[in-house]
């Protein structure tokens, strides 16, 4: 986000949040909510001038805009609380906006989720909870809409599927990205999950599929893409998470193959050849045309970690994108659950654990626990280890 659209999403947002405020202490029709819903409604449509949507995310105690969390000073944490206190975790608005529904979200955002548990979206504005429930224990639980019924493989989006392999061999036989039917079969995926809520059992089936890198990047695409829905995240932004993680470790194409399939330990040289596929990755990403500018991000980033003690090294004050964060925690997490050469896939109880021990440090601490939830509510009810 440049500094002028920063500027106009801060107006925006101060405006709606003064709007909501005095709403609350003097009801709707009072002239001053009305003159604060109307400079809400002007400054959406300034922020709207030159894209297809607005998408906001609250995070903990971070606001994250576009995908990168954003310091737009005192109002932050106001903001966030006043979404938290009416149980919404991200807004959506599209170009379409119209100032009667702006007005019914300053009525939404007032209303202080005193009387009712619901949150109304309308045609221009989408409101997504993040499912957070207390369980009666200190950690929370986020609800997935699994309806219990076992996956069948006539679910799956095959033919994207195939596509994909197909994509994935040509890239890297030529080294020539063709995109068509990437986008497709993130929409497939979508579309499953919005039936089934359970994308472990969609990677159960693609189990046998055995080119490793293919089936990993499919796997963590549908990883980061559970993760997202979960936070309530939809639309073009969703479809360009799951690109993006489809691609994420598109620079190990730049990796001699010998280095790829080592069974043993690789040595210092060629774990520095290894630490390369981010940056190759990225600058093969921008080049192409057509790529999601998320999906050179995201391979770019995907091995820096939480804490940057991953590489490559960035300065100080890098602040490392959403996608990326989430594309670590489904990567980690495939590289354990998966059979290697050297070691058996371990089992999922165990990995939660050793995740649980990694928030904070070097994964991301909100994602990492929306993570291990969706994970959770997978298990078998003896195996289950609640994040406390
Ligand atoms: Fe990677
Ligand atoms: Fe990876």
Not at 36 to 46: D, E, K, P, W, Y
Not at 181 to 207: D, K, Y
Not at 219 to 229: K, R
Request: charge should be negative.
């Amino acid at each position: 986000m440049n500094n002028q659209s920063q500027q106009s999403v801060h107006e925006f947002l101060r405006h709606l949040l003064s709007a909501a405020v005095n709403a609350a202490l003097y009801g709707m029709g009072h002239p001053q909510v009305t003159h604060l819903t109307r400079l809400a409604a002007s400054g959406i449509r300034n922020v709207l001038e030159d894209r297809q949507d607005f998408s906001l995310i609250a995070l903990e105690d971070e606001l994250i805009i576009d995908g990168t969390p954003q310091d737009l000073g005192l109002i932050t944490g106001r903001f966030i609380q006043m979404l938290k206190s009416n149980g919404i975790g991200h807004i959506r608005i599209l170009a379409g906006v119209t100032q009667p529904e702006i007005e019914s979200l300053v009525a939404s955002l007032s209303r202080q989720n005193k009387s009712t548990n619901e949150i109304a979206s309308s045609e221009n504005i989408r409101l997504g909870r993040v499912d957070i429930e207390s369980d009666g224990r200190e950690g929370q639980k986020i609800n997935t809409t699994s309806t219990g019924r076992r996956f069948t493989l006539h679910d799956l989006p095959f033919r994207e599927l195939e596509e994909f392999k197909e994509i994935y061999e040509t890239v890297r036989q030529r080294k020539k990205l063709q995109l068509s039917g990437m986008a497709e079969m993130v929409s497939g995926f979508i579309n499953v999950f919005q039936n089934e809520g359970s994308p472990l059992l969609v990677m159960a089936a693609l189990r046998d599929v055995d080119e490793y890198t293919f089936t990993h990047s499919t796997n963590v695409c549908i990883l980061n893409l559970a993760q997202a829905m979960a936070l309530g995240i939809e639309g073009q932004q969703l479809n360009d998470i799951g690109v993006a993680a489809l691609l994420h470790d598109i620079g190990k194409l730049f990796v001699p193959e010998e280095i790829l399939i080592k069974q043993g330990k690789l040595s210092a040289a060629e774990f520095e050849i290894m630490q390369l596929h981010p940056v190759k990755g990225a600058r093969y990403l921008l080049e192409t045309p057509g790529v999601p500018r998320l999906a050179a991000i995201n391979a770019f980033e995907h091995h820096m970690k939480f804490d940057f003690s991953g590489y490559p090294a960035v300065p100080a004050d890098w602040q490392q994108n959403l996608c990326s964060q989430m594309t670590q925690i489904s990567d980690f997490f495939d590289a354990l659950r998966t059979r290697r050469p050297y070691r058996e896939p371990m089992e999922l109880p165990v990995i939660a654990d050793i995740m649980y021990g990694m928030m904070g440090k070097e994964l991301h601490p909100v994602l990492t626990r929306n993570f291990l939830l969706i994970i959770n509510q997978l298990m078998e009810p003896q195996q289950a280890t609640p994040p406390a």
